[in-house]
């Protein structure tokens, strides 16, 4: 039980938050709390729930925007956020926190007339506008300067315009006329409608799509006015299968460029935030939908702004190294946004590679960028400073390729035309031979012996030649002033280095020559290079810097070269891998990185399914599924699922088939996991194997005994297997799990903790609370608690559904969520568009609480019916309207769920404090006596038989006398209402139970 001093020192601890900027939850947590490790456990907890807790991959805290927003509001409408306010200065603060505060009590210079000052004057620096912007977005409507926030905004956007367009400016951009023309050809056909189809941009790293992508932003910007939206998915948190984080994106970027016309997207941007941490699996699934109310608000936006859009999609390999269905997926998302109001749009997308070539469809012109051409390549030469003889000669030589002739210039800038090879070779040959030819031109002797080998490192300074370099190539001893004077030399050769962004005391080999000669260097000198390696990682390893904890990383990769051993990547590091730095490892490094970094494998990326035959290991797969479940992606594990079971051969006992059936639960196919699951019993019914299992796959395993052969699960063997499971990845909170019928009896077994203080509440333990006599109990409160929270986002009044009505814990239910990631399947689309009519007409009924309608939740309506607390009734009547077996299965767990939760006992081992509900749960004796509290009992009854399907109450009725005749005959003869429900309840859907039982009275007579 909470202990009852909780709740005002949370309140406290939250207040703390939504008063700072990233804060220490140390700090966060009252002294009265740490008085009491539980209580400070319980405070810690909650504070955790509402916060993000590793921004910036750092060690502080940073509350949710929703959650900061409600806790200012309510103290605003309180006038309690004055003294909040002053409470929190008395306490140590950095600069953004002050910034917050100074936005809320409208002080100088987030004062509104300062802050309109500070946007509108031209020398005000980008420091300060970003401050303004970040401060106003954390305080909120309730700052007096918050309705300056989206020009700020859009000056900031303009600094980072200014900026990209200065820099391409400084590249300048030359040749390509006849890609170019194809292209402003293209811009003539904007997209109006779906399909989409991009414009698609090929060729190798330094080729020039960068250049040639910014060289078509400004023609669009320039000639039709068009707003940029940019999506690099080489970048963190770019993911196709966070619909809801892809729209947000786009979103904030319209914010930032159109001003006045995007003002209501910022409140519908804060809406959509709000399915940010969640309960595990709930969440990701709902993220993975499209969230409709932000995307109409987009299509308003651009069409308020009356300009035409243009979508950059970058780096589009690591999309595809994601996954094979990915870019597909993310062409049905534009295609839904085009629907809602993006458009007219075009899009160009770029990547190494045919990145579209699954679906050729979606790609227009595809432009593929080789050598540069004659014009262009002299073009490029133009200003130089080389003699037009000179030019000729690096001409002939180069064959277009731009490393070739950036490095031929040079060398004949300094040594003449006698130094080129004397005739035109492969280029990756040529770039050698002028690279070696350099740097065999250093002057400085101990420069030349460091500076090829020095490629090795991914990062270079002054401290790491004379540290690492110098003491490896035979210089040891080298002092501290030869080092800095080495280390000046090497950093003016511009053509062979470049600064390090991310600290000037460093430089990096430019990428270009580093994807050509690394492989050189490495092949020549491996014993050599793994010295300089393994000394690197333990340079790198001594600095606490992040940069630094990457290098150290790589190098501990580069090793796998000579060493067997498997280093341990942390997920963090892996994810900043980007695709150059990914191609310089080796292959087996390559393959740690996908895997730590959550991506795809090369394993099942054949061409057509039925001509795949992968041969990837027990192992292999195990891990591309497990990976793939983790991360909620359905559509590719399908793919991928699909491609095993081509390719034949799977031993029912094996990993490889334990790790399909996990994916197939997961995913939603119950029929396909009880057929499985039969086929391996048929060898072997022993569980023995369960402890030699990954934990994600022996917690799969035992929810499925615990749904199919409940028989199976004896207290002995449930703590045995617990013990196992215990420290798998999300066991603590994964849904059904915890919540399902493997919850109820670990719950019931006294083997599973109570949460009381959870975000997703904890039903099971309510119910067993509740209906052992216990209502008095805190976690009946907050789940409770939970669920009208939930109910009044849908626009349920306070006391709309009374306090303890059990339909308020159906509503927490954890089956909606697997019924969610079946409905993602492309062959079970169709889910979809059943949920979508049964959400509407069910909260259009007020849930069967009450006549007082209730919004649908238009963007996920499988989620949205569980949310009414009515998911098991529509899974139930789905199921045998429609014939879907995996529903059916799904169905019948979540009606006992259903049925214990309200009062009636459904499962093995019922608790000795249970007391029953009667002979009918509770939830379905509530809506019979409803219905028998109406003016025309039958005609309601046959209203809410209609609210289940389009086909409308009197079909269902014919189709229910026609399929039960015997039961409603036997119903009728049962003088008892609840009785007879009972009998009907024991045959039929759950949701037709209590029109049935209206119905049958009528027919009997007895209705009144």
């Given at each position: ?9 949370v ?15 140390v ?5 009265a ?6 209580l ?16 910036r ?9 929703a959650?900061?927003?409600?806790i200012?509001?309510d103290?605003y ?5 004055d ?19 100074d936005?809320?009590?409208a ?5 509104a007339?300062g ?8 020398d005000?620096?980008q ?14 409507p ?10 700020a ?20 951009f030359?040749?390509?006329a006849r ?6 050809d ?23 799509k960068?250049?040639?992508l ?12 068009a ?32 001003g ?6 910022l ?7 709000k399915?940010?941490?969640?309960p ?5 699934s709902?993220?993975?939908d499209?969230p409709?109310?932000?995307a109409?608000?987009?299509g308003?936006?651009v ?6 859009v243009?979508?950059?999609l970058?780096?589009m390999?690591?999309l ?10 993310l ?25 579209l ?12 960028l080789?050598g540069l051409?004659?014009?262009a ?7 130089s ?5 000179a ?10 390729n731009?490393?070739?002739?950036r ?16 005739a035109q ?6 770039a050698?031979f002028l690279?070696?030819?350099l ?9 030349r012996?460091?500076a090829?080998?020095?490629m ?12 690492v ?21 090497l950093a ?9 962004p991310g600290?000037?005391a ?9 994807a050509?000669?690394?492989?050189m ?7 050599q ?5 393994a ?5 790198f ?26 280093p ?5 590091i ?15 490094a ?7 970094a ?6 099942f ?5 039925a001509?795949?035959a992968?041969s ?5 797969a195990t891990h ?22 081509q390719?034949?051969g ?32 048929q060898?072997?019914e022993?569980?023995?194997?369960l402890?030699a299992l990954?934990p ?14 409940p028989?199976?699960?004896t ?7 617990l ?17 399902g019928?493997?919850?109820v ?5 006294g ?6 203080w ?35 986002a849908?626009g349920?009044?306070a006391?709309?559904?009374g306090w ?18 079946l ?7 169709e889910?979809a568009?059943?949920a979508?009519?049964a ?6 009924a ?6 007082r ?16 607390g ?8 789905a199921?045998?309207l429609?014939?879907?077996?995996d ?15 309200a009062?009636?006992w ?34 309601a009854?046959?209203?809410q038989?209609?609210?289940w399907?389009?086909e ?7 189709r229910?006398?026609?399929?039960f ?5 036997a119903?009728?003869q ?19 139970v ?7 009275l ?7």
């Amino acid at each position: 039980m909470m202990p009852d001093a909780a709740p005002p020192l949370v309140a406290q601890a939250k207040r703390f938050a939504a008063l700072s900027a990233i804060f220490d939850p140390v700090d966060a947590v009252p002294e009265a709390a740490r008085e009491s490790a539980e209580l400070a456990s319980v405070v810690a907890s909650a504070l955790a729930v509402a916060s993000d807790t590793n921004p910036r991959q750092g060690t502080g805290w940073l509350i949710r925007m929703a959650e900061r927003r409600y806790i200012l509001d309510d103290l605003y409408a309180h006038g309690a956020l004055d003294a909040a306010i002053a409470e929190r200065r008395a306490l140590a603060m950095d600069q953004p926190a002050h910034d917050l505060l100074d936005a809320l009590s409208a002080r100088a210079p987030f004062e509104a007339e300062g802050v309109r000052a500070a946007i509108e004057h031209p020398d005000t620096p980008q420091e300060m506008i970003e401050r303004i912007v970040t401060a106003l977005d954390r305080a909120g409507p309730i700052a007096a300067a918050h309705p300056h926030i989206v020009a700020a905004r859009l000056r900031l956007a303009q600094f980072g315009d200014s900026a990209r367009w200065a820099a391409v400016r400084a590249r300048g951009f030359v040749g390509r006329a006849r890609e170019t023309a194809e292209l402003r050809d293209w811009l003539q056909s904007p997209v109006t409608a779906p399909p989409s189809r991009a414009a698609l941009l090929t060729g190798c790293p330094g080729i020039g799509k960068s250049a040639l992508l910014d060289a078509m932003t400004q023609v669009a910007v320039a000639d039709y006015g068009a707003l940029v939206i940019r999506l690099d998915f080489d970048r963190a948190g770019l993911d196709v299968l966070d619909q809801t984080g892809l729209t947000m994106e786009v979103a904030r970027q319209l914010v930032d460029r159109i001003g006045d016309a995007a003002t209501s997207l910022l409140d519908a941007r804060l809406e959509a935030a709000k399915s940010e941490g969640g309960p595990s699996g709930t969440t990701r699934s709902l993220r993975s939908d499209l969230p409709g109310a932000l995307a109409d608000s987009i299509g308003m936006a651009v069409a308020k702004a009356n300009r035409p859009v243009l979508l950059i999609l970058d780096t589009m390999e690591v999309l595809r190294a994601r996954g094979e269905t990915h870019p597909a997926m993310l062409f049905d998302w534009i295609d839904r946004l085009v629907t809602r109001g993006l458009q007219p749009l075009w899009i160009m997308a770029a990547g190494r590679g045919d990145v579209l070539d699954r679906i050729p469809d979606r790609r227009g012109p595809h432009i593929p960028l080789e050598g540069l051409d004659g014009a262009a390549a002299a073009s490029l030469l133009k200003d130089s400073g080389l003699t037009e003889a000179a030019q000729a000669a690096v001409l002939a030589i180069a064959g277009g390729n731009p490393l070739v002739l950036r490095l031929a210039a040079k060398v004949v800038a300094a040594h003449g035309t006698a130094a080129l090879p004397q005739a035109q070779l492969t280029g990756d040959v040529t770039a050698g031979f002028l690279y070696r030819f350099l740097l065999s031109r250093i002057n400085d002797p101990d420069l030349r012996r460091l500076a090829h080998p020095g490629m090795i490192a991914r990062r270079l300074s002054a401290d790491f030649l004379r540290e690492v370099l110098a003491p490896e190539l035979g210089l040891a001893g080298m002092s501290e002033a030869r080092a800095e004077a080495l280390f000046a030399i090497l950093a003016s050769e511009h053509w062979l280095v470049e600064r390090d962004p991310g600290d000037p005391a460093f430089v990096r080999h430019r990428g270009d020559m580093r994807a050509l000669l690394l492989p050189m260097l490495y092949a020549d000198q491996p014993v050599q290079c793994a010295r300089i390696d393994a000394a690197a990682v333990r340079w790198f390893g001594r600095r606490g810097d992040d940069a630094s904890q990457f290098d150290a990383a790589y190098h501990r990769l580069q090793l796998l070269r000579r060493r067997p051993a498997r280093p341990m990547i942390g997920a963090d590091i892996a994810r900043r891998f980007d695709p150059a730095t990914i191609t310089e490892l080796p292959p087996q490094a390559q393959k740690l990185v996908a895997q730590a970094a959550g991506r795809r494998s090369e394993h099942f990326r054949g061409g057509d399914t039925a001509g795949a035959a992968p041969s990837a290991s027990d192992a292999d797969a195990t891990h591309e599924l497990l990976r793939l479940i983790e991360a909620n992606d359905w559509v590719e594990g399908a793919f991928v699922v699909d491609q095993i079971e081509q390719a034949g051969g799977i031993d029912p006992r094996s990993l490889q088939a334990d790790a399909i059936r996990t994916y197939h639960w997961r995913a939603g196919r119950w029929s396909t996991v009880r057929r499985l699951l039969a086929e391996r019993d048929q060898f072997s019914e022993a569980e023995g194997d369960l402890t030699a299992l990954p934990p994600q796959i022996a917690l799969a395993r035992l929810e499925m005994r615990a749904e199919f052969m409940p028989e199976r699960l004896t207290a002995d063997w449930l703590r045995m297997a617990l013990s196992h499971v215990g420290g798998a990845p999300q066991s603590l909170t994964d849904m059904p799990a915890r919540m399902g019928a493997l919850g109820v009896r670990l719950t019931a077994a006294g083997l599973l903790a109570r949460q009381p203080w959870s975000r997703a509440g904890d039903p099971v333990a309510a119910a067993l609370a509740l209906w052992s006599g216990d209502a008095q109990d805190a976690v009946v409160d907050s789940t409770f608690g939970v669920a009208r929270d939930r109910l009044r986002a849908r626009g349920a009044s306070a006391e709309m559904a009374g306090w303890n009505n059990p339909q308020l814990l159906a509503a927490l239910t954890p089956y909606a969520a697997v019924a969610l990631n079946l409905s993602r399947r492309p062959d079970r689309q169709e889910l979809a568009a059943i949920a979508h009519l049964a959400d509407s007409r069910l909260s259009e009924a007020g849930a069967l609480l009450d006549n007082r309608p209730l919004l649908a939740l238009a963007s996920d309506p499988v989620t949205g019916i569980g949310e009414l607390g009515l998911f098991a009734e529509w899974a139930g009547a789905a199921a045998w309207l429609t014939g879907d077996r995996d529903l059916a299965e799904i169905g019948r767990a979540a009606e006992r769920w259903r049925r214990t939760v309200a009062g009636q006992w459904s499962y093995a081992g019922r608790p000795a404090t249970w007391r029953e509900a009667g002979p009918l749960d509770a939830v379905l004796t509530r809506r019979i006596e409803a219905l028998l509290g109406e003016y025309d009992p039958p005609g309601a009854a046959m209203a809410q038989l209609g609210l289940w399907s389009a086909e409308g109450g009197e079909a269902i009725w014919t189709r229910i006398e026609r399929r039960f005749a015997t039961s409603l005959r036997a119903a009728a003869q049962v003088a008892d209402t609840r009785a007879r429900a009972a009998l009907l309840a024991r045959r039929m859907p759950a949701a037709f139970v209590p029109a049935a039982t209206i119905l049958t009275l009528s027919q009997a007579g007895d209705a009144s």
